[in-house]
């Protein structure tokens, strides 16, 4: 419990005290988007990785995020502060109504019935010209404005983003070594088993992936008062498939596995960027190298590493 | 304390089982045996909500129970255990045994998530809870293992000790002596009769004839999809019906 407590307090230190070192420079702008992929890689982390239900819509509901708090904002002038909570509340409640029928679904079928979710949503950003602006985008979305000031440079929105993200984080930690995580993985683990103990399996799921849905719209949001501009482009299957890789990257069943995967899979093009066209080549090489050799991701795999060397240097210390 | 009437299970076309029934005692031990294939363990999926019978009845202490899902009936003080143990592999023991105590606690995902004190309390609870239960079975000394990690023998004590921590009144194991040796069938059939010393009801399906006479106060007998017979384990010793389905006709 305290340990716990200390890793989190270590960690906000390191994330708070980032701007020190960055402000100014382009990196600043990309550790904005690493707290936002972190939001969405925990939402993902918390159904696949807990429950051990996949997800390859969930560009989509950050896209509703994106969409439904860019078009409340402008055309509507909502303030942003209203337009988040409502827009998380209806992504929310979508996201309870579609998880009752597809979350019976199990394995590649509930793959497929997300897949075409996210599809569908990315349509309907995509044709919708009237209310999204179509393959154009939505621009002119306002900065979100906090007791005067207005967060409209990468350093505001990093304490911003970050403070959010933070408060996931925390929330996620704290569900994760709750009852409501071990029914979780417990599901994940054997359903059956689990119902016969009293988790109510099917419910747990649906509200599982409400919330998730709402972490990724809330992060959705963000990104558009951000950005200020959003297009289809952001929110699709791409997107779906590179946050299933951070998450796997990262560590499934881990919140901090979820922010190295969001890290490395955001920080990786812009180092990767000197490589010219190699740089996919790169990307796809350390994935299956990843996948090969870390297979439980970041978080596990570097302790185990460091334990492997340690442990045959003690074997050659002895022959 | 329960009991099951006109159960009937048809497969496609099979019979798997044929309008069986019979009455489990508060406080006993009772058996239910047969040769393979003679309908067990399907009984034990419709008793305990797996599956959906074709026809008939289940009463569990005079309520009509039939159709209800698994997790209903453990609300109801029934639990089961599997033939083939179902663990939480990625979780430790002793958090195995605390998801048992799922019922006995109420801290909803808000609550959860964000720490409320009742949770916190609630939290330890579960945690101390759960110990006790690791004592009765005797891993205690296991707790912080990998459940998955486990030996079979040990594995099948967790699964117990997991199903106890929901406090039945019944309890329904399905094959608990499968895959134990047989210094570890002595213990089970010892930790069995505690069980039912706490007041439990337990009911088994098993294939260890040595265990089921030894510690069953009851015996139900299926052969082919229906009940053969009914009785105390001396009873069904000395049924003929029994002893041909068993040792096979000669005409």
């Known amino acids: 419990m305290k340990r716990d407590l200390l890793l989190f307090a270590c960690f906000l230190l390191f994330i708070m005290s980032a701007p020190q070192f960055f402000a100014g420079g382009y990196l600043m702008n990309v550790l904005v988007f690493v707290g936002i992929n972190t939001m969405l890689a925990i939402a993902l982390n918390l159904l696949l990785g807990y429950a051990g239900q996949i997800s390859l819509g969930h560009a989509g509901f950050f896209g509703m995020g994106a969409y439904l708090s860019g078009i409340m904002t402008t055309t509507y002038s909502l303030n942003p502060w209203i337009a988040m909570p409502v827009a998380a509340v209806v992504v929310g409640c979508l996201a309870g109504l579609i998880g009752l029928p597809i979350l019976k679904l199990k394995g590649h079928y509930l793959a497929m019935a997300t897949l075409g979710l996210g599809i569908i949503l990315f349509i309907v950003f995509n044709e919708t010209v009237d209310l999204t602006g179509g393959p154009s985008g939505l621009s002119g979305i306002p900065n979100i404005e906090f007791a005067g000031i207005v967060f409209d440079s990468d350093v505001k929105n990093y304490y911003l983003i970050w403070g959010v993200t933070l408060v996931v984080m925390l929330f996620s930690l704290n569900l994760a070594s709750s009852r409501i995580g071990r029914a979780l993985r417990a599901v994940h683990d054997s359903e059956v088993a689990a119902q016969v103990l009293g988790v109510n399996a099917r419910i747990l799921k649906v509200q599982i992936f409400a919330l998730s849905a709402v972490i990724s719209s809330l992060a959705g949001s963000l990104y558009a008062h951000t950005m200020t501009f959003i297009s289809p482009a952001s929110f699709g299957f791409n997107f779906s498939i590179e946050l299933l890789t951070m998450v796997v990257i990262g560590g499934l069943g881990s919140i901090y596995g979820s922010f190295l995967g969001a890290a490395l899979l955001t920080l990786l093009p812009e180092f990767l960027r000197g490589a010219n066209d190699y740089d996919i080549i790169i990307y796809g090489a350390l994935l299956m190298v990843m996948v090969m050799y870390m297979p439980g991701g970041l978080v596990r795999g570097f302790p185990d590493l460091f334990r492997k060397i340690f442990k045959k240097k003690a074997e050659s210390g002895h022959a | ?251």
């Not at chain 2, 159960?7 to 044929?18: E, H, K, P, S, Y």
């Not at chain 2, 239910?32 to 309908?39: K, L, M, R, W």
């Not at chain 2, 909500?49 to 009509?64: F, H, K, M, P, S």
């Not at chain 2, 706490?198 to 082919?224: K, Q, S």
Request: aromatic content about 4%.
């Open chain 2, 1 to 251: 304390m329960l009991e099951v009437s006109g159960i009937t299970q048809i497969f496609g076309g099979v019979t798997a089982l044929d309008s069986v029934s019979f009455a489990v005692h508060k406080g006993d031990i009772t058996g239910v045996i047969g040769p393979n294939g003679a309908g067990k363990t399907t009984l034990f999926n419709i008793i305990t909500g797996i599956y959906r019978q074709t026809a008939g009845t289940v009463t569990l202490e005079g309520n009509d129970i039939t159709g209800l899902p698994p997790e209903k009936l453990a609300r109801r003080a029934m639990v089961r255990t599997f033939q083939n143990i179902e663990l939480f592999g990625g979780m430790t023991v002793h958090e195995n045994v605390m998801v048992g105590m799922h019922t006995k606690s109420r801290s909803g995902l808000l609550a959860c998530s964000l720490k409320m004190p009742w949770s916190i309390s609630e939290e330890r609870r579960i945690r101390e809870g759960a110990l006790q239960w690791l004592a009765f079975t005797g891993i205690s000394d296991l707790a912080d293992h990998a459940a998955g990690g486990l030996p079979f023998g040990k594995g099948r004590l967790l699964e117990i000790a997991r199903a106890l921590a929901v406090e039945p009144r019944i309890i329904l194991m399905d094959e608990p002596a499968a895959g134990l040796n047989s210094q570890e069938t002595l213990a089970l059939s010892l930790l069995i009769k505690r069980i039912r010393d706490l007041g439990i009801t337990v009911v088994l399906v098993e294939h260890d004839m040595e265990l089921v006479m030894d510690i069953c106060d009851r015996i139900v007998v299926l052969n082919l999809g229906r009940k053969l017979a009914e009785g105390t384990p001396r009873e069904i010793q000395e049924n003929p019906e029994v002893i041909s389905a068993y040792l096979g006709d000669d005409d």
